[in-house]
């Protein structure tokens, strides 16, 4: 098959979609604003900025597939229009794009909108098309390692409510899948476990994997954002910081369910059963 354009390429999400790509084979440039750690041998890196259209259509150029991963900023829908209108221009025949499970029905968490209007941008595209909207990250427990370790206690305050959160993992599996195939275009296509995470649940699996008591640290919003402003160097991104702390606010009053239907075309487009999170738990603390 063609060659493959990813964007978001030094991000957390790409940098495990990238060796699953590589592995199976397929021709593959990757772009971002900085270098990714890993460039694989035979895969290029080309730089590229999305606020920048005038250089995007040359980037893309003689690209047959664009892995759409645009960040959680404020201006990703200009991103992506900047992206599509390139991709059309340079003679990209398929997106697939990472959106959000359920983001029209959690409209109030201002990129979860965002989400909702790229969905529309891309059906409207005139390019095929797959959308692959993966729930929460099970690797998100990667932000609270620390308190985890040093304090027995499990930090990330996403409630009582339930989130079926997924394996990153999973994802690189279903782009594999959705790009070296025509049987998913033009679908829109939720990435969940059958795993509802809560806080207190979350925490009891860590107790069993570490074989200790793990408490939840409970529903400290004010906590929460407190970690995200110190996460930033220098300049807050107060959009971020309300957008992330919305999103938290949510994940504790509604949850994100996922429906049978959901699970199933999960499982259909991974072509396996999902991964669990204490398979991931068990991983991640054997690494410790
Ligand atoms: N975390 C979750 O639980 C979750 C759940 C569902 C969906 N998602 C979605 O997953 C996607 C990827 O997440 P992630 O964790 O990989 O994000 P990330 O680590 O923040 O990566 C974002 C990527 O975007 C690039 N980027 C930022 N500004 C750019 C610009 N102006 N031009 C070009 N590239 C730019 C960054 O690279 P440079 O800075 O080098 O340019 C980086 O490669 C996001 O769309 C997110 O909404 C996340």
Not at 21 to 48: I, N
Not at 63 to 84: D, Q, R
Not at 92 to 119: C, D, L, S, T, Y
Not at 124 to 150: C, H, T, W
Request: charged letters at 20%; one cysteine or more.
């Amino acid at each position: 098959m063609g060659k493959i354009f990813m964007t978001g390429a030094s991000g957390n999400l790409a940098r495990v979609i990238t060796p699953v790509l590589h592995q199976a084979g397929l021709e593959l440039t990757l772009g971002s604003r900085q270098r990714p750690e890993v460039v694989p041998g035979g895969a290029e890196y080309t730089p590229v900025d999305l606020t920048e259209p005038a250089h995007l259509e040359a980037a893309f150029s003689g690209h047959e597939t664009l892995i759409l991963i645009s960040p959680v900023v404020k201006h990703e829908v200009g991103m992506v229009e900047n992206a599509l209108a390139a991709a059309r221009q340079a003679g990209v025949k398929k997106v697939v794009a990472i959106g959000i499970m359920n983001e029209a029905k959690r409209v109030q968490i201002p990129h979860f909108e965002n989400k909702r209007r790229i969905v529309e941008l891309i059906k409207e595209s005139g390019l095929e098309y797959v959308i692959l909207k993966p729930s929460f990250f099970f690797q998100n427990d990667g932000m609270v390692l620390a308190p985890l370790r040093e304090h027995d206690v499990y930090a990330l305050p996403i409630g009582s409510v339930g989130l079926n959160a997924v394996d990153t993992r999973d994802i690189a599996d279903a782009t594999l899948r959705v790009v070296t195939s025509e049987t998913f275009d033009g679908q829109e296509i939720p990435l969940c476990s059958p795993d509802r995470c809560t806080g207190e649940g979350n925490a009891q699996v860590w107790s069993e994997v570490l074989g200790k008591e793990i408490t939840y640290a409970g529903d400290d919003l004010g906590a929460f954002t407190a970690g995200i402003r110190n996460a930033f160097a220098t300049t807050v991104d107060e959009w971020l910081v309300d957008d992330l702390t919305t999103m938290m606010r949510i994940n504790q009053t509604v949850g994100n369910h996922a429906t049978d239907h959901d699970l199933a075309a999960s499982e259909t487009v991974l072509g396996h059963a999902p991964r669990r999170y204490k398979d991931f738990v068990a991983e991640t603390a054997a690494a410790f």
